[in-house]
């Protein structure tokens, strides 16, 4: 696909001198003649050309815009017969499930659960959050979450209860006990449709934990993938309070023009994780091989190989520096959304230099102690502030986290431009500057960063997660050619609940129960 922001610059010129100039023979031949010689400088030495400001500014207030969607709109509604999910009597039993991680990492979790319950036609009950081991609070999916409004949206989809329903048996009355299994890492659905189904059906619930990664994320089935869109998209809203501070900021630093936002992972358990120790000094080495030990998979790392072959975050500095090349001046507004930092204030230091208009939302919020600023929370409304803002640029992007499912949940919400650095091409020339060859530094940069989508529609390619790119699935085209690429008919939602309801009807018609209490 071809859009105006992707054809080089040098062409769009020209193309506007070509409508300019209308003169005689002689003159278009000369106008004619600069275009071929622009587009062959550019061919030649495309760095060189964007070295101008002009054409920096340029290309830089393109960026603040949404990507060219070329016709293509989210839509995660079923595209073939959906059928409603089982009532009480049909259910093949309750699911539980254990959600870990961080916040992202968690939200995947949630949307594989209730792809599991709709595979194993059984009645999901209201996923855990293991936020105690992570965050070191006590909150769990009613504090962070809209409890009614994700029954309400799921409707269609699954049944959902609060709890596990209490038995009675020889006079007494207690809760339906479950089977305690570990899915294998990625299952594939053939282990649900077995395994996972033959435990519960034998014990009437199962409880799967921890469940991070537990499903496979390519799935041969459009509508069940269609289906992880509208659990994250559309069910997985975050509490009024949340919501509100979020929206807060957002408008806040909108009031005074457009803001980017850059989720800087320079953390102790990042750092640890990629082996990422050889810029530390000897006491700060040692705290980051300690916690790896106690934390990760003993295995040998060699820390400037890993910085070659970009397995580590950008620092704060290299991040100043790659906006600075890109044309981004010191007026830029940013607001970073990160844990604690670590390595002190002189990684900042450099950072703040170039960019001193950085806000965070403890600085930028009402200044009053909020409790939906802190642990869990506080991560919730860093997302919904990174979703809300012009530009989005992560440090580091990994499996079902922040970054990668906060870049699918942009491309949902309307093609929001995402700058992703290309770490592995970018680590080379940061090192040549490190030992003093820093000629052409800025030049090298640009190469990298012009050369991306932004956020524009794109086909994913291993090892880019479904969560980070869900199109085509859960988009379609106003006009398209291709019958699985059209939209769906605007009256999907009245045929769900049709087919719904005449669901309730039989159950009530049958002596059944309310299909999801809420509280």
Same mark, same amino acid.
């Given at each position: 696909?071809?859009?105006?922001?992707?054809?080089?610059i040098?062409?769009?010129?020209?193309e506007?001198?070509l409508?300019?100039?209308?003169?005689p023979a002689? !003159?278009?031949?000369a106008?004619?003649a600069?275009?071929? $010689?622009? +587009?062959w400088? *550019?061919s030649?030495?495309f760095?060189? !050309?964007?070295?101008?400001?002009?054409v920096?500014d340029?290309?830089v207030? &393109?960026?603040?815009r949404?990507?060219d969607?070329n016709? *293509?709109?989210a839509?995660?509604?079923?595209r073939?017969? *959906?059928?409603?999910?089982?009532?009480?009597?049909?259910?093949?039993?309750? #699911?539980?499930?254990r959600?870990?991680?961080?916040l992202t990492?968690?939200?995947?979790?949630?949307c594989n659960?209730v792809?599991v319950a709709r595979i194993m036609n059984?009645t999901?009950v #209201?996923?855990e959050l293991?936020?105690n081991s992570?965050?070191?609070d006590?909150s769990?999916?009613?504090?962070?979450y809209?409890v009614?409004? /994700?029954?309400?949206t799921?409707k269609?989809?699954v049944?959902?209860?609060m709890?596990?329903?209490?038995?009675?048996?020889?006079?007494?009355?207690?809760?339906l006990?479950?089977y305690k299994m570990k899915?294998?890492r990625d299952a594939?659905?053939?282990w649900y449709?077995?395994?996972a189904l033959?435990?519960?059906?034998?014990h009437?619930a +199962?409880? %799967?934990t921890?469940f991070s990664?537990?499903l496979?994320?390519e799935i041969?089935d459009p509508?069940?993938?269609? !289906?992880?869109c509208?659990?994250?998209y559309?069910a997985l809203q975050?509490?009024s309070?949340i919501?509100?501070?979020?929206?807060?900021i957002?408008?806040?630093l909108h009031?005074?023009g457009? /803001?980017?936002s850059i989720?800087l992972? /320079?953390?102790l358990?990042m750092?640890?994780?990629?082996?990422?120790?050889? +810029?530390?000094?000897?006491?700060?080495? &040692?705290?980051?091989l300690?916690?790896?030990e106690?934390?990760?998979?003993?295995k040998t #790392?060699v820390?400037?190989?890993r910085r070659?072959i $970009?397995?580590?975050? %950008?620092t704060p500095e290299?991040v100043?520096l790659t906006l600075?090349?890109?044309g981004f001046?010191?007026?830029t507004?940013?607001?970073l959304?990160?844990g604690?930092l670590?390595?002190?204030?002189?990684?900042?230091?450099p950072?703040?230099a170039?960019f001193?208009? !950085?806000?965070?939302?403890s600085?930028?919020g009402s200044?009053?102690p909020?409790?939906?600023?802190?642990g869990l929370a506080?991560?919730?409304v860093?997302?919904m502030?990174c979703l809300?803002?012009d530009?989005?640029?992560?440090?580091y992007?990994?499996?079902?986290? /922040?970054?990668?499912?906060l870049?699918g949940?942009?491309?949902?919400y309307?093609?929001r431009?995402?700058i992703?650095p290309?770490?592995?091409?970018?680590?080379p020339?940061?090192?040549?500057?490190a030992?003093?060859h820093a000629s052409r530094?800025?030049e090298?940069v640009?190469q990298v960063?012009?050369?991306?989508h932004?956020g524009a529609?794109?086909?994913?390619i291993h090892?880019?997660?479904?969560y980070?790119n869900?199109w085509?699935?859960?988009f379609?085209?106003?006009?398209a050619r291709?019958?699985?690429d059209?939209c769906?008919?605007?009256?999907?939602n009245?045929? %769900?609940e049709?087919?719904f309801?005449?669901?309730v009807d039989?159950e009530? %018609?049958?002596g $059944?129960?309310?299909?999801?209490?809420?509280?």
């Open positions: 696909m071809v859009t105006s922001r992707s054809r080089p040098s062409m769009r010129r020209g506007a001198l409508r300019r100039h209308r003169g002689r !003159l278009l031949f106008v004619a600069l275009v071929t $010689g622009t +587009i400088l *550019w030649s030495s760095v060189g !050309l964007l070295g101008t400001y002009r920096q340029f290309v207030n &393109e960026l603040w949404t990507a969607s016709g *293509w709109r839509s995660s509604s079923p073939t017969y *959906w059928h409603p999910p089982p009532t009480e009597s049909e259910s093949n039993g309750y #699911l539980r499930v959600c870990n991680g961080g990492q968690q939200r995947s979790a949630i659960a792809v059984a999901l #209201l996923p293991d936020t992570f965050w070191h006590e769990g999916f009613i504090d962070i809209d009614p409004h /994700f029954i309400k799921l269609y989809d049944r959902i209860v709890s596990v329903p209490k038995t009675t048996g020889r006079g007494k009355t207690k809760r006990k479950a899915p294998p594939p659905v053939t449709r077995t395994t033959e435990k519960i059906r034998k009437g +199962i409880y %799967l921890p990664h537990r496979a994320e041969d509508e069940l993938q269609r !289906l992880r509208r659990v994250n559309h975050f509490k309070n919501m509100k501070t979020s929206s807060d957002a408008n806040k009031s005074e457009h /803001f980017m989720h992972r /320079f953390e358990d750092l640890a994780y990629a082996g990422c120790i050889d +810029i530390f000094t000897p006491e700060e080495q &040692e705290i980051l300690r916690y790896r106690e934390h990760f998979q003993n #790392l820390p400037p190989d070659f $970009g397995k580590c975050p %950008l290299e100043g600075r090349a890109m001046g010191n007026t507004r940013i607001y959304a990160s604690k670590f390595g002190g204030k002189r990684f900042m230091k950072f703040k170039m001193p208009r !950085l806000e965070n939302h600085i930028v200044g009053k909020e409790e939906n600023t802190r506080g991560s919730a860093d997302y502030v809300l803002s530009i989005f640029i992560p440090t992007d990994g499996p079902s986290n /922040f970054a990668n499912n870049m949940h942009r491309l949902y309307g093609f431009t995402t992703t290309n770490r592995k091409t970018l680590a020339i940061f090192m040549d500057r030992e003093g530094f800025e090298r640009r960063m012009f050369n991306t932004f529609p794109h086909k994913r090892p880019e997660s479904f980070t869900s085509p699935e859960c379609c085209q106003t006009k291709n019958l699985a059209r769906p008919p605007d009256n999907v009245d045929v %769900l049709s087919q309801q005449n669901r039989i009530e %018609l049958a $059944g129960t309310e299909i999801a209490k809420v509280y």
